[in-house]
């Protein structure tokens, strides 16, 4: 069985671009979660969502919005990048709203 | 004042060595605790979670005080493959998003 997959692995934006980062969970996970770790820190809680719906939302701006689709796989969006937004970031699912987290291998944002 | 709080390190050690970390939290709340580990540049892998009573697996014990909010965690006969950062996770329980610690650095040296 696949693991946690995310697209891309790597990417190179500009300042002031737009992202979207792709999440899809290992089969019959409903609930999706996104973290944000940048160099030498642990992973901020972005967003958690379950059967399509948000549950929670970590303390981040607005440029930041994500979804989730009816097979569960999960876009995390961020508008207006900064150069702050350089990170990895982090896609977690597990099969109910409970914490059997796995993580996705992450996908590495460096804004320039 | 964050909510997770580790020393970073990092931590040096020959092999077969013990070695401790630890871990302290804010929220009283908390229900369920866990230790992560994290190998350079790959995603955070889940090592054990701590239970209030304490516990084992094989070379890692895991200890929680709730008293005192602190987690513990004891790697003995330290191996070459047990480097990496080990993130000490909180959650207020079940459904909740995790509360990750900054980490802490294990090099474990020949």
């Known amino acids: 069985d696949a693991g946690v997959t995310q697209s891309p692995t790597h990417l190179i934006k500009t300042r002031g671009q737009h992202v979207t980062l792709r999440c899809s969970p290992i089969?019959?996970?409903?609930?999706v979660s996104w973290y944000q770790q940048v160099l030498g820190q642990g992973p901020q809680f972005i967003f958690q969502?379950?059967?399509?719906?948000?549950?929670g939302r970590g303390n981040f701006p607005d440029r930041f919005s994500a979804r989730q689709f009816p097979n569960y796989s999960s876009e995390l969006n961020v508008n207006a990048l900064l150069l702050g937004d350089s990170a990895l970031y982090l896609c977690?699912?597990?099969?109910?709203?409970?914490?059997?987290?796995?993580f996705g291998s992450g996908t590495r944002l460096t804004v320039v | 004042r964050k909510e997770v709080e580790q020393d970073p390190g990092p931590f040096n050690v020959p092999e077969g060595a013990t070695v401790a970390f630890n871990c302290t939290y804010s929220?009283?709340?908390?229900?369920?605790f866990f230790w992560y580990r994290q190998d350079c540049r790959k995603e955070p892998k889940l090592l054990m979670s701590?239970?209030?009573s304490g516990n084992e697996d094989g070379r890692f014990t895991a200890q929680l005080n709730r008293a005192s909010q602190y987690i513990s965690l004891l790697i003995r006969d330290s191996k070459l493959s047990d480097s990496a950062t080990y993130l000490c996770?909180?959650?207020?329980?079940?459904?909740?998003?995790?509360?990750f610690g900054k980490g802490t650095s294990l090099l474990v040296t020949p």
């Open positions: 996770v909180v959650t207020p329980g079940a459904g909740y998003a995790l509360n």
């Open positions: 089969s019959g996970h409903k609930s």
């Open positions: 929220n009283s709340a908390s229900q369920s």
């Open positions: 701590v239970y209030s």
């Open positions: 977690a699912s597990s099969s109910e709203i409970n914490y059997g987290y796995t």
């Open positions: 969502y379950y059967e399509k719906e948000e549950r």
